[in-house]
């Protein structure tokens, strides 16, 4: 199978993997801002593709065992030099460098679903990566009207973190009954100046996404203040989500 | 819908009270132990209002017409008329309990009385009363006379008609009201609450300073302002007195546990905007 493409002015080449719609939102910005996508479905396809590529983007936060397998085929198949973005949101870049083989050239990225509309990313080399890696980084995304920030390589990263969070925490107050979903997120945008209400935010995020970065966060530091709130799980696995007593 | 309330305590939240009460005119009995706070509140009121009127915000008439509907009251029997009062003094149970004992035997039996309490149980404040079923919350946001919600507080006893004549009486302040069960930290605060204590485990672990932090928060996730900005803004203490709260009041569940940090910067007059220093220097 061909490696499909969109060809942009400048004719340079991101390869790009990943979950939805994380994927679609970094197609349409890097697309937006001339560059060529490479989006081979399956990893066998890779070799073609990653001879082109200037920069290869792995976005996924879910599935970390198809992660793992897109890293691996990503680091045989691309040339030393070519550095990979790689989402750290769930699993830090430093467990991801145990993956590979050439780990100087990974760097994580906070992606994120809704991250990309503002104009920052969080970006986290490992112990190992090499300062040219990051250096990469940060043009690329300058060269999508971004500027990044430079944050320890931690699972959740800075903003993920603090976003699940206070999802989390509004699912809790929802779940005992606190308010009602409606009246809890207008509560955040009018008394807190919230940019969105926590729900609308984990609706437009997914609570899949939402609860597998909990999960990770728990995981990693261990701690009851990471505990899950069951109605999230219940959302997360089932689809399902109620506004104000309507299913 | 009524006319006449009273306001006990003339501190920020109730003249701010005062102040949106006098132009949706209500007539206003402003009550203080002290004169002079219910003078100093009169006058700030007053150049809030002359602002708004400069501005092209109210007009001069509605002005003076809300200014001549505040009344300055220093006895509690002068609130006997009210069909609501709402008390707004320091955040101590033992004086808003000892307040609601002496308004429960001052006012008709009909009146709603409500508390400003960000912190204080509307339950524990209202047990023991004759009629605890007419005791709500009505939290404010500073400052009252520009924010845009109020949360209207359902005490364990609470009757669904107080609670429903909290929410008529916020809204025609021009407040949108939320109800909320009476749990610790109602909405905002236990969701900022977690806000603000996340920020400070991570600037804890090192994962990124207080500046990055913020300009994260507000650069990639969009907010008006960054968790340490508002934390120096608010007042450490304040924060550090509502996370204690909110910790305590939920039996020590971990989710809200005070960070160390915020405890220390209290403990050392590190208090944020208003002592020139928190988080950044001022």
Same mark, same amino acid.
């Given at each position: 199978m061909?490696?499909s493409?969109t060809?942009g002015?400048k ?27 490479l989006s081979?479905g ?17 976005l996924s936060?879910v599935d970390?065992?198809?992660k793992?397998e897109r890293?691996?085929?990503?680091d045989k198949a691309?040339?030393?030099t ?5 989402s750290?949101?769930?699993?830090t870049?430093?467990?991801?460098s145990?993956?590979?083989s050439?780990r ?5 990225i906070?992606?994120?679903p809704t991250?990309l509309?503002?104009?920052l990313v969080e970006?986290?080399p490992s112990?190992?990566t090499?300062?040219?890696a ?5 043009r690329?995304?300058g ?8 944050v320890q390589?931690r699972?959740?990263?800075?903003m993920?973190r603090i ?6 925490e509004?699912?809790?107050a929802v779940q005992?009954?606190t308010?009602s979903p409606g009246?809890i997120d207008?509560?955040m945008k009018?008394?807190a100046g919230?940019p969105l209400?926590?729900l609308?935010w984990?609706?437009?995020v ?6 597998a970065?909990?999960?990770a966060?728990?995981d990693d530091l261990g701690e009851e203040r990471?505990?899950?709130c069951?109605?999230?799980k219940?959302?997360a696995t089932?689809?399902k ?7 | 819908?009524p006319?006449?309330i ?5 501190g920020?939240?109730?003249?701010g009270?005062?102040h ?10 402003l009550?203080d =132990?002290?004169?002079?706070?219910i003078l !100093?509140? /009169? %006058?700030?009121?007053?150049a809030?209002?002359?602002? @708004? *009127? ?6 001069r008439e509605e002005?003076t017409?809300a200014l001549?509907?505040i009344h300055?009251?220093t006895?509690l029997?002068?609130?006997a008329?009210?069909e ?8 101590d149970l033992k004086?808003k309990r000892?307040l609601f004992r002496?308004?429960?035997?001052? =006012?008709?039996?009909?009146?709603l009385? !409500?508390? /400003? %309490?960000s ?5 524990s404040? @209202? *047990?023991?009363l004759?009629?605890?079923e007419r005791?709500?919350?009505l939290?404010f946001f500073p400052p009252v006379?520009?924010?845009?919600l109020?949360?209207?507080v359902r005490g ?5 008609d107080?609670?429903?004549r909290?929410?008529?009486?916020v809204?025609r ?6 109800t909320?069960?009476d749990?610790?930290g109602y909405?905002v605060h236990?969701?900022?609450s977690l806000f603000y204590?996340?920020?400070l485990?991570v ?12 300009r994260?928060?507000?650069d ?12 120096d803004?608010?007042?450490i203490?304040?924060g550090m007195?509502l996370?204690?709260?909110?910790y305590?009041q939920s ?6 546990r005070p960070?160390?940090?915020?405890k220390?910067m209290a403990?050392?007059g590190i208090?944020?905007k208003k002592?020139?220093?928190g988080?950044?220097?001022?």
């Amino acid at each position: 199978m061909k490696a499909s493409s969109t060809k942009g002015p400048k004719g340079v080449s991101v390869l790009l993997f990943g979950d939805e719609p994380l994927v679609a939102e970094y197609r349409r910005v890097a697309s937006s801002c001339g560059y060529e996508i490479l989006s081979p479905g399956e990893t066998k396809n890779l070799k073609g593709a990653a001879t082109r590529a200037s920069i290869a983007l792995e976005l996924s936060n879910v599935d970390l065992a198809a992660k793992k397998e897109r890293l691996v085929a990503l680091d045989k198949a691309l040339p030393e030099t070519t550095a990979i973005l790689t989402s750290s949101v769930n699993v830090t870049v430093l467990d991801q460098s145990s993956w590979v083989s050439m780990r100087h050239r990974l760097i994580g990225i906070a992606a994120f679903p809704t991250l990309l509309e503002k104009d920052l990313v969080e970006i986290a080399p490992s112990v190992y990566t090499l300062d040219p890696a990051v250096a990469v980084a940060v043009r690329f995304l300058g060269s999508l009207k971004k500027k990044a920030a430079v944050v320890q390589d931690r699972v959740g990263m800075v903003m993920p973190r603090i976003l699940c969070q206070v999802i989390n925490e509004t699912m809790f107050a929802v779940q005992d009954g606190t308010s009602s979903p409606g009246e809890i997120d207008l509560a955040m945008k009018l008394g807190a100046g919230y940019p969105l209400g926590p729900l609308e935010w984990g609706e437009r995020v997914g609570f899949g996404q939402v609860y597998a970065t909990l999960k990770a966060l728990h995981d990693d530091l261990g701690e009851e203040r990471y505990r899950i709130c069951p109605l999230l799980k219940e959302i997360a696995t089932t689809g399902k989500f109620w506004r104000d007593g309507s299913k | 819908m009524p006319q006449s309330i009273g306001i006990v305590g003339a501190g920020t939240i109730g003249g701010g009270i005062a102040h949106l009460a006098s132009l949706a005119r209500f007539t206003v009995s402003l009550y203080d =132990v002290n004169e002079t706070v219910i003078l !100093a509140a /009169t %006058s700030r009121i007053t150049a809030e209002m002359k602002a @708004a *009127a400069d501005g092209g915000k109210i007009s001069r008439e509605e002005m003076t017409e809300a200014l001549s509907r505040i009344h300055a009251r220093t006895k509690l029997s002068e609130l006997a008329h009210c069909e609501i009062v709402i008390e707004a003094v320091l955040e101590d149970l033992k004086i808003k309990r000892d307040l609601f004992r002496r308004l429960d035997g001052e =006012v008709k039996p009909e009146t709603l009385l !409500a508390t /400003t %309490s960000s912190t204080i149980p509307v339950t524990s404040i @209202a *047990a023991g009363l004759k009629k605890p079923e007419r005791v709500v919350g009505l939290h404010f946001f500073p400052p009252v006379h520009r924010t845009r919600l109020a949360e209207v507080v359902r005490g364990l006893q609470s009757s669904e008609d107080s609670t429903s004549r909290g929410r008529e009486f916020v809204e025609r302040l021009g407040k949108t009201s939320v109800t909320t069960k009476d749990s610790p930290g109602y909405v905002v605060h236990r969701v900022v609450s977690l806000f603000y204590g996340e920020a400070l485990r991570v600037l804890g672990e090192g994962i990124a300073t207080a500046g990055d932090i913020d300009r994260i928060v507000k650069d990639s996730g969009g907010f008006s302002a960054g968790p340490f900005e508002s934390m120096d803004l608010e007042g450490i203490d304040a924060g550090m007195a509502l996370a204690q709260a909110i910790y305590d009041q939920s039996f020590q569940d971990p989710r809200y546990r005070p960070h160390p940090i915020l405890k220390r910067m209290a403990e050392a007059g590190i208090l944020g905007k208003k002592s020139g220093r928190g988080f950044f220097i001022y």
